[in-house]
């Protein structure tokens, strides 16, 4: 399968705990971008990288939130301390600098849930 | 800011046409997209228009009217399958080329 993948598909964690997800974007591309989305809404962006360079942040990520994409393939999202208003679904999406900018390809998401 | 204004549901009989329509109020603009949403499954794509006019793809074909800031997906011989969340979305006007997205129509197809 050469599509968008995260891993873990679902997660429960406790308040005050940390969380780390993955996402692998396809393998050409070398934008990739993380999106957050709750029940009923649209996806929310949250970071965007280009290669290696996290290149911007949304107003919506807090410091308890950081994302690495250390050689410019995969990339993590790590929640640290979890608030229960951090549950919602984390859908990692990728696309290409070179031909089809508009169309983002998106993996399945990470639901998190914090109890 | 940027904002867009879809209905947030829509219910429809298999076989029929339905027409989901999207406004939206932007500094600046460089098309609009158009992602379909199944319960639990990641978004698609769909569409994309950047010029007025309308896109056909199959069964589906996306409208665009940037004097109006409007467009509507426009879903034709409805299938069972189609219901699912339908998100229209502009991408924003700096170079990281990030979606801005509705907050989705929920498209239901009764037989």
């Known amino acids: 399968d050469t599509g968008v993948s995260q891993d873990p598909r679902h997660k429960i964690t406790k308040r005050g705990q940390n969380v780390t997800f993955r996402c692998d974007p396809i393998s050409e591309h070398n934008r990739l971008y993380w999106y957050r989305q709750t029940l009923g809404q649209g996806p929310e962006f949250l970071t965007y990288?280009?290669?290696?360079?996290?290149?911007?942040k949304s107003r919506l990520l807090s410091d308890r939130f950081s994302a690495e994409r250390p050689k410019g393939s995969f990339s993590t999202l790590e929640i640290q301390r979890t608030e229960q208003g951090d549950s919602a679904m984390y859908l990692c999406?990728?696309?290409?600098?070179?031909?089809?900018?508009?169309?983002?390809?998106f993996g399945p998401g990470t639901r998190l849930t914090v109890l | 800011g940027q904002s867009l204004e879809q209905p947030s549901e829509v219910t429809a009989v298999e076989g029929a046409i339905v027409q989901i329509n999207c406004t939206y109020q932007t500094s600046g603009f460089y098309g609009l997209s158009w992602y379909q949403q199944h319960d639990g499954g990641a978004p698609t794509f769909l569409s994309y228009?950047?010029?007025?006019g309308l896109e056909e793809t199959g069964r589906f074909s996306s409208f665009l009217s940037r004097s109006d800031s409007y467009g509507y997906l426009l879903l034709q011989e409805l299938q069972m399958k189609d219901s699912a969340s339908y998100f229209c979305a502009v991408r924003d006007m700096d170079s990281s080329y990030k979606l801005i997205f509705g907050s989705g129509t929920r498209l239901l197809v009764r037989p």
């Open positions: 999406a990728s696309t290409a600098t070179s031909g089809g900018l508009n169309e983002q390809f």
């Open positions: 228009n950047a010029l007025d």
């Open positions: 990288f280009q290669n290696e360079a996290q290149l911007e």
